[in-house]
T-cell receptor, first 116, second 114 residues
């Protein structure tokens, strides 16, 4: 059973507009959430994260919102740029991973295309 | 600072063979995690090593194994390869000392099983 779900496999947005990528999770024990971006032939790179004690975290053009009651988080990119075109992965971690810091539960990703 | 290095970049094997993949973490990082990425399943956690000890393990069969050396370099081995093992194998490193650290990923090894 998938614990982290990204229900939109793809998203197309015009340059300059807002991109909103969504992620749902089922495990209420998750206490930390991350977004990674992946270009073809490269490994994922960290984008932004949020702790479960917060509902918003902002870093430049990127903002992540967390709605714990709905078990939902979203990544907003404003304004979107063609260089943002990539696959975006939502990931979560919980304290029950036995102290391991490397065990993240990933969604299947959303491919974002930003058109000039 | 050099990033996470994975070798080889590409591998082609046949069913029944075994394969060993290598990962060199960022200098100073002691935790190495391995993930399998397939189009249908996304990234799935295989295992994590910290200071030469396996600290956590995902839900993969025993054919998948790993180890970590004293210099923190890690290897992953898959024995008796199956067609379904075709995937991108990603390695990630972190210090392993703090909670909720971000992971730094390598570019991966693309394994094709024929």
């Amino acid at each position: 059973d998938q614990q982290v779900k990204q229900n939109s496999p793809s998203l197309s947005v015009q340059e300059g507009r807002i991109s909103i990528l969504n992620c749902d999770y089922t495990n209420s024990m998750f206490d930390y959430f991350l977004w990674y971006k992946k270009y073809p032939a490269e490994g994922p790179t960290f984008l932004i994260s949020i702790s479960s004690i917060k509902d918003k975290n902002e870093d430049g053009r990127f903002t992540v919102f967390l709605n714990k009651s709905a078990k939902h988080l979203s990544l907003h990119i404003v304004p979107s740029q063609p260089g943002d075109s990539a696959v975006y992965f939502c990931a979560a971690s919980s304290p029950s991973s036995g102290g391991s810091q490397g065990n993240l539960i990933f969604g299947k990703g959303t491919k974002l295309s930003v058109k000039p | 600072k050099a990033g996470v290095t994975q070798t080889p970049r590409y591998l082609i094997k046949t069913r029944g063979q075994q394969v060993t993949l290598s990962c060199s973490p960022i200098s100073g990082h002691r935790s190495v995690s391995w993930y399998q990425q397939t189009p249908g399943q996304g990234l799935q956690f295989l295992f994590e090593y910290f200071s030469e000890t396996q600290r956590n393990k995902g839900n993969f069969p025993g054919r998948f194994s790993g180890r970590q050396f004293s210099n923190s370099r890690s290897e992953m081995n898959v024995s008796t390869l199956e067609l379904g093992d075709s995937a991108l194998y990603l390695c990630a490193s972190s210090s392993g000392l703090a909670t909720n650290e971000k992971l730094f990923f390598g570019s991966g090894t693309q394994l094709s099983v024929l």
